[in-house]
Every structure is written in C-alpha cells, then in structure tokens.
C-alpha cells in the first residue's frame, strides 16, 4: 500500500477511534490478561521508586505516582515467578499506598484516597516498552532501544538520550537541532548533502557518525542523501558514542543514533501546537493518540505537521509537511503486532556551496545576510515510509522480535551558485556552478531477534540471539546547468539573489543506475552474572557486505563517451564486543568495554597485481567509565575516559604502480597501515536536580591524532578539543509556580581548516603567488540560548524561546576558501502555544 495511503487510513482510524471512544471506556480497567502474565523477578531491597520504575519496564505498562507519595520508601527484594498485581502488593506492603488500573496503566495513590495521583509523574512507560520518555516530564531517561533494549546504566559505553521534554523545551524541530544540543556531537553543514544550510553530518570523538537506527534496528549505514527527518514523529533521540558495530554492522567508530517513534498510549490523548518567530517562521502540530476499542487492545496514533520557514540569509526559504500514523493492536495476550507510515514532503529554496573566502584564506567581512545563489534554485523532496513489527512473548521469559521498515526517497535539485576565492579589494574571483540532480533511494531492512534467560552453575544469565539484513538501492542522473550571467553579477558585495536570470540550457553529464549496498549478518549477546554485583557482557556479529554502481558518462551532445562498474564484496567479516559492568551499590556502577566497528575497503588490493583484497578497516574503542542513577532513577551521570584507534585503512605502496585490475573498478596497490587515534573523556549529566528543576549538561575533551600523515597531524580539526552543552530549566515555587524559565549555552574551542592557498603577489596585486600552508580558524565561541514558559491553566502552555541571545557572530562550519564557510544563526525568537487534553 502506498505510505500516504496507509498513512491517511491510520489517521482517520485513531481520529475516529479516539473521537468517539466514550470516556468511561478510556478508564476501563487494565487489561486483566496482561495482569496477570507472570515473570521471573530477581529485583534487590531498593528505593520504592526504583522498584516501581523496573515492574513498569517488564510488564510493559505506565505506573504513575506522585513522587513525593514514595519519597525515602524502601521496597524489599522482589524473587521469582509473579504476576504484576502480585509483584505490586508486595513492593507497596506496609507503605500505606495502593495500585489501581487505570484503562491499561497503574496508578500508585494513598490507601483509600478517591483522587487520583497529581503533580509530577515519576513513571510513564507506554503500554508496549520502557524505552518513551513522552510524559515524564524528565531529562533522564533509564532505558533504550539501542542494544536490542537495555538499561542505560547497565550499559558499558557512553549513551544519550535527548527526551521529548527537551526537545519541547528547547524547541527543536529536526534531528539536527537535537544533535547541537547531544553530548560530544559536532555538527558540520553545507556541502553536497546540506542543501539549505540544514545538517550535513554529524562527528562524534573525531568520527563520523554514519549508523541510523530506528526503535532499535538498523535502516540507513550506506546513503549519502541528508538524513535529517522531521523529529514531530518521534518521542526521543538516543545517541551512542564509539564504535557498535555489534548492532551497525558498517561504518565509522564515531557512533550511532537511534530514533524512538511515538506509539498510541494506554488513554486518549490530544496534543496541539502552534509557533511563530523569526523569518517567517509558522509551524503547526496536531498529535492524536489512545484506544480504538472498548477493551483498549487496539489503538492508534497519527501526527499532522506543517512548517514554513525563510532562512537568515537572503532569498532561501523551505516548507516541510508530514503525516505520521501507526497502528498498535494486541493480537493475543502474548502477541503484539505494529503497522505504521509516514509521509514527509520538504520543498525549498536552498543555498549548497556556503561563503567564500579570500585567496590567502582571510575572512571577507561578509553580512550574514548573504547568499550567492539563485533566487530560482529549488529542492524538493519526498520521504515515504512503511514499517511493521511483531513482538512475541515466549515461555520463560523470553521474547521474540520482528521489524521490517520500507524507505523510499524521490528528490529534485535545480541549483546555481557562486563558489571559487574571492579577491577582497574587488569582490570579484567567484564563479557560477550550475548543478541539477534527480536522486531516487529505495533502503529496505529486517531485524530479527529474541531474548531471555537461562540458568547456569546456579546463576541467572541473558542471552540475545538475532539477524540483520539491509539493503539499499539508489540511482539519480546529474546535469550540467549552462548559465549565461552578466560578469556584474559575481561580485559578492553587491549581490542579490533576485537578479539572477534562469539557467539557458541543462545537459546530462552521468548517471548512476541502480547503485548501492547490502549488507547481512548473525548477531549475538551473553549476559553473564558472575557475581551479584559483576556481570559479564561478551558479543559478536559475523557479516558480509557489498557494494555495486554501475555508472554512466555522457558527453555535450547526449550520446554516452564511457560506462563502467564497480563492485566489491566480503564475507566472513567478524565483529567482538565485550565488557565488564560493576554495581557499586543501588546507585553507581563502574563499568569497562572494548567494542568495534569496520568499514570493507575491498575495492583495493594489495600487491603484486591481480592483487588481493585489502581487510576492512577497523575502529576500536575502548571505554572506562562510571555511570550513577541518582534520585530514583530521576537523575543521571556519567562519566567516561575513552580511547579509539581506527587502524588499517588503504594508503598508497610506493613499491607498485597505480593499476587498475579488471574492470569492477578496482585497483592496486595499496598497504593498509593508515592509523588514527582519538581520545578524552566525556561527562555528562541530566534528570531533576531538586523539586522543579530539570538539568542537561555535557563535557566532552577529543585530542585526535594522524599516526600515520605528518603533514595531516590533527585527524579533525573541525572536533573541538572541549565541547561544553548547557540547558536548564526552573519551575518557580508558590503563586509563581505557573512560570519556567530557562536557559542553556553551548560552548566549544578553536576550530580550523587547513592545506594551502595561492599568496597576496605584490608585482601583479593579485592573489596569484605561490601556494603557502593556510589554516582557517574559528575561534572558540559561546552561544546562549533562554526561554520562559507559562502555564495558563491545565490544558495551556505558552513558551518564548531566544536562541543566540547575545547575538554571536561566528561560523558553525569552517570551510575552504573557494566556499564551505556557513555562519551560525543570528538572535531569533520563538513563541509557542501547546495545548493537551
């Protein structure tokens, strides 16, 4: 079915379905099947609120309650075979309070009280997972889909998670904005990919971060086409850092992101939302979500949202539009089956290259407001998707679970821009490119996998056994696009998009039929409990991988001068995970891990010819840390020291001549002794700091090293050596308690480009010298960013947030000096109404 089919039925579906469920069947009772499904406990003596927090996470239900109600509660050991309303009496014995169903979540409230819990809710699980962070009202998150599903602080590499309360908070609409505001990431802009200056790719510990995920599994390692969704659809955004090949197969060691999607929940709920702001920023939201029967077995949610927004710079501008439904039905009391689509539709007027510079590298004192492109340039684009999932619940506590997701990309790019050194006395140097590209991408992926425990030598362990396959095929036809502008027009001083007339002739220069990857592998975990306190995690992937594009060549007059291929493939690729985890009580664990990553390079050989294939190049990382889950589980830190060596990649053998072997595009001869090495430590910490206070903040200190290029010492110049991220935000006590303000920074070094530059000539007064070493530098910037919320009574919130307060001028990105230079967002404000009921 077409995905703005399916989608629109959905959506119409949850509408009706939440429209006319009456609201005595939305507080029918919870599902006394899913009651009453026993499962093996071995949960320690612990603060009430932890223990609540894990029931919530096994039986897959929301359990709410007023923090305050088990504030100092202690609730004694949990063992054995139970059903959650066994489990629950025991855990609230003798503490005065009791659990009661509401529709197919549990509300904890004093003994006898008629009133339902209110004030903050300290647990809000969806029906389905732990992994939702939508209503808590929190920073901290406890667990993740990433890893097939585990907890945070049972993890040994450094994980975060942006929740749907700092997203709303800051008011972040794309994966981009949410990845400035993630730990460690540094994000780069322009280029082919960053049309409109939107996020290019994003760099974590000097790597790039090239693994997608989505609710857990794998859907994108191999496109180059922007990967930046709309984040309406999704409650959270998870990040890894360091190498996972375990669960990414492919890829460089800077890490992983994974997507959490919103579900239907347990009870009717609609949200709203509308903002205006700066540039003629107008975005809408409506979010519909709960049961569609009586019993609550089915439900559904979709979101609607539209965006318009210009650009600070002169003559760009985009319009983003999404409609996202899913389907969650409980087949029977062990099987849970997800059907869901979303359509997302951005057109634009986009600026590609970014600003140039002088010849020599200096800066040209260029206004933020410039934009030397096209008024008529245009991008459009189309993101359709389909997924399913299945989860099973097996005997003895095993589960059992399928996804299958279906991506399909169809993009139009007609642009024109000036790029090339500019000499600053006359604004002159730069040039016109004209570039216009159709790109169609089909990505299709499967994941498969079940887990549970075991016993062993008298002790309780968890294993994770599964398979993966991925596979995308993109094709897209390139043109050359003649312009026949007046020389006036290139003079970045005096420039406006407007006054640039149309392209007069559009020619085909190559196509690329049918080209990308594929990629499957058998996956597997052990969790072994060697002491109360000292688990063991030993893992690994055994891969293959391939790769084919066969292109084409086309000369002025249309007819083809060359084709070619090239294809490489490997097996047997074999990825180890391991790490020790040690509980340092109920509140801290230390924690050490070795994981990796690899990326095939078999496209080059190693001599003498025909050659061999080189190994993959390998990505290392190796992690020390302490992870501490304060305040009930309402507060979480980390900090870890790392270190990731990224060995084996293809560098020139001076011994052979350059060949070509065959014709599948590859060639010899290469020694694969590249090495990088990165390394620092990462800090971070985010939850409830006191009653009202919600905190974010992350340190990050990269020092990346080229063992192997003296010329190239830095690996990534571009990775601040220390990366500082704030946000912050106070609830006001008493009368004023309808006020939040906020508040936050990111704060970074120096950053550089370097290589060489034509030099200043005295004799001609022109930038024809000879070529000199140049480093571009952006000095080390803050940017402040505020906010202040009302609340206008339970249903109403109004939020103005400031972003760049002080109005920094500086550089996101630092480029070249024939374009790639792309200033940071002046001062903007935004103001939104949300609304729920």
């Not at 647990?123 to 599903?149: D, M, N």
């Not at 002491?531 to 030993?538: G, P, R």
């Not at 249309?558 to 070619?564: A, L, Q």
């Not at 992350?698 to 020092?703: F, P």
Request: charged share 20%.
């Amino acid at each position: 079915m077409h995905a703005m089919a399916l989608a629109s039925a959905v959506a119409c579906l949850a509408w009706a379905g939440v429209a006319a469920l009456p609201e005595a069947h939305a507080q029918a009772g919870a599902s006394e099947a899913g009651m009453a499904t026993s499962h093996t406990l071995n949960l320690p003596a612990q603060p009430l609120g932890q223990t609540l927090n894990a029931l919530a996470r096994t039986w897959g239900v929301a359990v709410s309650v007023d923090a305050t109600l088990v504030e100092g509660r202690t609730a004694p050991a949990l063992q054995g075979a139970s059903t959650l309303n066994e489990a629950l009496r025991k855990a609230l014995a003798g503490s005065g309070l009791e659990a009661i169903p509401v529709g197919s979540a549990v509300t904890v409230r004093r003994q006898g009280s008629s009133a339902r819990a209110l004030g903050e809710v300290l647990v809000t699980a969806q029906v389905h997972q732990g992994e939702a962070t939508e209503g808590s009202g929190s920073y901290a998150a406890s667990r993740v889909s990433l890893g097939k599903g585990q907890d945070i602080r049972e993890t040994p590499q450094s994980i975060s998670v942006v929740t749907r309360q700092r997203i709303e908070d800051q008011a972040l609409v794309t994966v981009g904005e949410v990845m400035q505001q993630t730990t460690g990431v540094t994000v780069t802009y322009g280029g082919a990919g960053g049309l409109g200056g939107s996020a290019t790719s994003f760099l974590s510990r000097g790597f790039e971060i090239t693994n997608v995920q989505i609710d857990g599994a794998s859907v994108d390692a191999f496109s180059q086409q922007l990967f930046d969704p709309n984040l309406a659809m999704y409650d959270s955004v998870q990040v890894v850092r360091g190498a996972n090949g375990l669960f990414s197969g492919t890829g460089e060691p800077g890490g992983a992101i994974n997507l959490v999607r919103k579900r239907p929940t347990a009870q009717k709920q609609i949200l709203g939302s509308a903002a205006v702001g700066s540039w003629n920023r107008k975005q809408v939201e409506l979010d519909v979500a709960g049961p569609l029967n009586a019993e609550g077995t089915l439900r559904g949610r979709t979101v609607l949202a539209h965006g318009d927004k210009d650009f600070f710079y002169r003559g760009a501008d985009s319009s983003n539009s999404l409609l996202y439904g899913i389907l969650e039905a409980d087949v029977t009391n062990s099987t849970r089956v997800t059907l869901g689509a979303s359509y997302d539709k951005l057109q634009s007027t986009p600026w590609r290259e970014g600003l140039p510079r002088a010849p020599n590298g200096d800066d040209l004192g260029l206004s933020r407001r410039t934009a030397l492109m096209a008024g008529w340039s245009h991008y459009d684009k189309s993101a359709k998707e389909l997924f399913a999932q299945v989860d099973q619940q097996l005997g003895g506590d095993w589960k059992l679970k399928a996804q299958v997701n279906y991506q399909k990309v169809d993009s139009d790019a007609r642009l024109a821009n000036l790029s090339g050194a500019v000499d600053p006395a006359t604004g002159l140097g730069a040039a016109w490119t004209g570039f216009s590209n159709d790109f169609r991408s089909e990505k299709k992926s499967l994941d498969v996998n079940a887990g549970g425990p075991f016993s062993l030598f008298g002790r309780r362990h968890q294993l994770l056994v599964g398979a993966d396959w991925t596979k995308v095929r993109d094709d897209q036809d390139t043109f050359y696009s003649e312009m026949d502008t007046p020389a006036w027009l290139t003079n970045v001083y005096d420039f406006d998009p407007g006054r640039i007339p149309p392209a007069v002739s559009e020619r085909k220069t190559r196509s690329y039929p049918g080209y990308g990857a594929t990629q499957k592998g058998l996956y597997g975990r052990v969790n072994l409990s060697l002491t109360d306190q000292l688990t063991a995690i030993v893992g690994g992937r055994y891969a293959s991988y391939s790769y084919d594009t066969p292109y084409i060549n086309y000369d002025a007059t249309g007819g083809i001068r060359s084709s070619g291929r090239e294809y490489y493939s490997e097996s047997g690729i074999f990825t180890p995970y391991a790490g020790l985890v040690y509980d340092l009580g109920t509140q801290w664990t230390a924690y050490g891990s070795v994981t990796e990553i690899y990326k095939s390079q078999a496209n080059k050989l190693s001599g003498p010819t025909p050659g061999k294939a080189l190994d993959p190049v390998k990505g290392r990382s190796f992690e020390l840390g302490v992870k501490g889950e304060l305040a009930e589980g309402r507060l979480n830190t980390a900090v870890a020291l790392y270190r990731i060596e990224r060995t084996g990649e293809a560098v020139r053998d001076p011994s052979y001549p350059e060949t070509d072997v065959g014709n599948l595009g590859l060639t010899c001869c290469y020694i694969a002794q590249g090495k990088i090495v990165s390394q620092g430590v990462d800090m971070e910490i985010s939850g409830q700091m006191a009653r009202g206070w919600q905190m974010f903040a992350g340190y990050t200190y990269n020092h990346n090293r080229n063992k192997t290029d003296p010329a190239q010492l830095v690996y990534s110049s571009v990775t601040p050596k220390h990366l500082f991220k704030l946000w912050s935000t106070y609830q006001l006590p008493g009368e004023l308690s309808p006020w939040t303000l906020g508040g936050g920074v990111t704060l970074q070094s120096t950053t550089y480009v370097s290589g060489t530059a034509r030099s200043y000539n005295p004799a001609s007064g022109k930038f024809d010298g000879a070529n000199v070493p140049f480093k571009f530098t952006q000095a080390g910037y803050a940017v402040w960013n505020a906010s202040v919320q009302y609340r206008i009574n339970r249903n109403w919130t109004a939020s103005l947030n400031l972003n760049n307060v002080f109005d920094k001028t500086y550089y996101k990105t630092v480029g070249a000096a024939n374009g790639g230079n792309w200033y940071g967002e002046p001062r903007s404000a935004l103001l939104t109404l949300r609304g729920a009921f």
